[in-house]
């Protein structure tokens, strides 16, 4: 059995059921199309929304960062967790799905989305390379966790950032309308945005260590 929602349903409003599912113990898989944002009811900001992120009722930019959905899955200790964003990496997103489905268990694939809401230079027919673009920077990460794998727990799936952090950024205008409307307060919350990014993969690096040393 796959359930599908979007992040909106997965992080905020829908959360308790989800967390309900997971910890039954019962073979489902679950499949969140994250957005960053409330896409279906008119773009407000959820707890899946990053800091400096303009939103409906963040009008000022987000101050809070995202909630990690994943990890908070992971902590249970039998949920297959990933990561996934097609654009970036289609293998590892077929890798992730096929698994997800041959694990004996509750499994939650969460898989980054770009939408209208976003407002991608160029369009929606830009989406697929702005998943690549959001990977490559470090805004988004792919990783695997799989309980029933013999060995190596964990695996990250991304390389080190490569840099372009507010460039990726700028190519958006859900994040570059803040310079427009409130410049110094977009400038500190990038900054934070993209330290938050970077402390980010460097605990993953370490889940590397606690959950392959287990």
Not at 202 to 209: A, M, V
């Amino acid at each position: 059995m796959w359930i599908f929602g979007g992040d909106g349903w997965a992080y905020d409003i829908g959360y308790g059921g989800l967390d309900h599912v997971i910890a039954s113990k019962q073979d489902v898989n679950i499949f969140v199309f994250d957005t960053e944002v409330y896409s279906n009811t008119g773009g407000q900001a959820s707890k899946a929304s990053n800091i400096g992120q303009v939103a409906q009722f963040a009008a000022a930019g987000k101050e809070v960062k995202k909630k990690s959905l994943s990890e908070i899955a992971m902590q249970y200790g039998y949920v297959y967790v990933a990561q996934v964003a097609m654009g970036a990496n289609p293998a590892q997103t077929i890798k992730a799905i096929t698994e997800a489905e041959a694990y004996h268990g509750p499994s939650l694939i969460i898989g980054y989305s770009p939408c209208e809401m976003h407002s991608i230079k160029g369009g929606m027919m830009n989406c697929q390379k702005e998943m690549k673009k959001a990977v490559e920077c470090g805004y988004w990460n792919l990783f695997r966790f799989n309980p029933a794998a013999e060995g190596a727990k964990f695996t990250l799936d991304s390389k080190e950032p490569a840099g372009g952090y507010q460039e990726f950024l700028m190519n958006e205008a859900r994040y570059a309308s803040l310079t427009r409307s409130f410049p110094e307060r977009a400038e500190e919350l990038f900054k934070e945005n993209e330290q938050a990014a970077m402390d980010r993969y460097q605990h993953l690096l370490k889940l590397k260590t606690v959950y392959n040393e287990a």
